[in-house]
Nanobody, 130 residues
Framework: QVQLQESGGGSVQAGGSLRLSCVTS?????????????MGWFRQAPGKEREAVGT???????TVSESVQDRFSISKDNAKNTLYLQMNNLKPEVTAMYSC???????????????????WGQGTQVTVSS
């Protein structure tokens, strides 16, 4: 089982920055499991469906949603088994619960699709005020 724990959320003013972290553990998978994870960040605002922010595949190639790709970036540290989401120039409309997700895979397939992922963290709240 892959376990995910997000941190780094909070309340900031518009124009500020936050970096979210997602620490993973792979009980029973052994060393190297992290490199076989397709990982993603998703968000859900009140009254809205969960949507993809971005994903990063097993070769560290990232895809970020067009709506935020000029301000958000995704990266990971394989030595720390940790996924990151750097968010700059934050705007109130990005206020949401942000969650990381993962799926073990032997391919590079890592789509911006909620239903592709089978392991989820609890989420961390991001609130941006104007």
């Amino acid at each position: 089982q892959v376990q995910l724990q997000e941190s780094g959320g909070g309340s900031v003013q518009a124009g500020g920055s936050l970096r979210l972290s997602c620490v993973t553990s792979g009980d029973g998978y052994g060393d190297g499991y992290f490199e076989r994870l397709c990982m993603g960040w998703f968000r859900q605002a009140p009254g809205k469906e969960r949507e993809a922010v971005g994903t990063i595949d097993t070769l560290d190639s990232a895809t970020v949603s067009e709506s935020v790709q000029d301000r958000f970036s995704i990266s990971k540290d394989n030595a720390k088994n940790t996924l990151y989401l750097q968010m700059n120039n934050l705007k109130p409309e990005v206020t949401a619960m942000y969650s990381c997700a993962a799926r073990m895979t032997w391919s590079r397939s890592c789509p911006l699709q909620v239903d592709f992922f089978d392991h989820w963290g609890q989420g961390t709240q991001v609130t941006v005020s104007s």
